[in-house]
Nanobody, 120 residues
């Protein structure tokens, strides 16, 4: 199983970005999908999570500005980020729980990270 994240970049304060993360490989089922971020010198924190049923949860810093969604047919999770602030600058990682064919349990998988820089 591989996760390929994309969509990061440099944006001015107040701007928007949309991150995507596509899972590929031996995928029987995907449970939760999420985005985390890690700023230099800080721990990796959850930004947003979406369950297989579509329920969502956000970090306080993301509420009202970020929207997580998923396309189950494409095994892809998205993060729409609006009204970006300099403090949103970080490497963003996607995370999923995947059950592969031939198994009966979910395993944790991380994407490679995509840099988001908010600066004027």
């Amino acid at each position: 199983v591989q996760l390929q994240a994309s969509g990061g970049g440099l944006v001015q304060p107040g701007g928007s970005l949309r991150l995507s993360c596509a899972a590929s490989g031996s995928i029987k089922s995907i449970n939760a999908m999420a985005w985390y971020r890690q700023a230099p010198g800080k721990q990796r924190d959850m930004v947003a999570v979406i369950t297989s049923g579509g329920d969502t949860n956000y970090a306080d810093s993301a509420k009202g500005r970020f929207t997580i969604s998923r396309d189950n047919a494409k095994n892809t999770v998205y993060l729409q980020m609006n009204s970006l602030k300099p403090e949103d600058t970080a490497v963003y990682y996607c995370y999923t729980q995947i059950m592969s064919w031939g198994t009966t349990t979910y395993s944790n998988h991380w994407g490679q990270g995509t840099q988001v820089t908010v600066s004027s």
